[in-house]
Structure formats: C-alpha cells, structure tokens
C-alpha cells in the first residue's frame, strides 16, 4: 500500500468518523428533546386530570433522566458498531440508508 494509498485510506475513515458522529449527536440531541417534550405533556395533562398541579409533572421529568441516559447509551452504542463494522465496497458510502 503506497502512501497515498494509505492517506486517502485514513481521509476515508476520517469521513465516516464524522458523519457517524454527526449523526449519533443528532440522535442524541432529537431522542432528548423528544423525550422531554411528551414528560412534560403528560405530566401536565395528569396534573390539570388529577388537580394535583406540578407534582406529575416533576415526577415524570425527575423519572425520566435515567430513561433519557440509558435511550442515549443504546444509540451511542449503536453507532459505536457502525464505526466497528468492516468498509463497505466503493460506491457505497455510509450516506445510504443500511
């Protein structure tokens, strides 16, 4: 392998690093808003419900910070395998749907 070779390899692998990154911070970053968004609807909806205003809404926002924490760590751990997984064969870059 010439050394060419070899940084045009390493430039391919920095790209994919990126775009893998990119990605899974996107995931991170919608899954918590998500996440936040529907805590905080449901927890009003059962505060005004049950007139018990804000306790439902605490509780589920309080309960769902290890929910939040262990949906992150299966995406970032999912992506880790990605960045793991053999390259694909040119012409086939990491910007197709898997």
Sequence with gaps: MSNE??????AARQRAFSKVLAR???????LTVLIVIVTLAV????????DTRPL????LLVAS???????????VRRSGRQ????????????DEAP
């Design 5 to 10: 070779d070899r940084q045009q390899h390493v």
């Design 83 to 94: 960045l793991d997984a053999p390259p694909r064969q040119a012409g086939n870059e990491m």
């Design 56 to 59: 439902w809404t605490i509780a």
């Design 43 to 50: 927890g009003m909806w059962l505060d005004t419900h049950f």
């Design 65 to 75: 910070i290890p929910v939040t924490t262990v949906m992150m760590y299966f995406v």
């Design 24 to 30: 899974t911070m996107a995931q991170v970053g919608v």
